[in-house]
């Protein structure tokens, strides 16, 4: 299993970002997706999960800003960040649960600052 992400860099408060992850060596349809993130001297949190038939959930921390979402087609997950703040700053992670194991891709940076 392999999830490559992409899509980090540095943008101004009030900005938006669009990360991807595209997963390999499993079947994605069937799998329930998440993004974590992990600010410096913090624990790994999760910020958005999506499920086999795209139900979502979201950290209250995050809902009505962030928008995460999949293509069956491409066996990739999104996340669209708006309206980003500076305490959104993190290394952002995909995440997948899949026959009995959990797997990480390499994280993607995002820096909200002026």
């Known amino acids: 299993v392999q999830l490559q992400a992409s899509g980090g860099g540095l943008v101004q408060p009030g900005g938006s970002l669009k990360l991807s992850c595209v997963a390999s060596?499993?079947?994605?349809?069937?799998?329930?997706m998440a993004w974590y993130r992990q600010a410096p001297g913090k624990q790994r949190e999760l910020v958005a999960s999506i499920g086999s038939r795209f139900g979502t959930s979201y950290a209250d921390s995050v809902k009505g800003r962030f928008t995460i979402s999949r293509d069956n087609a491409k066996n990739t997950v999104y996340l669209q960040m708006n309206s980003l703040k500076s305490e959104d700053t993190a290394v952002y992670y995909c995440n997948v649960g899949y026959n009995g194991g959990d797997y990480w891709g390499q994280g993607t940076q995002v820096t909200v600052s002026s």
């Open positions: 060596g499993i079947i994605f349809r069937v799998a329930s």
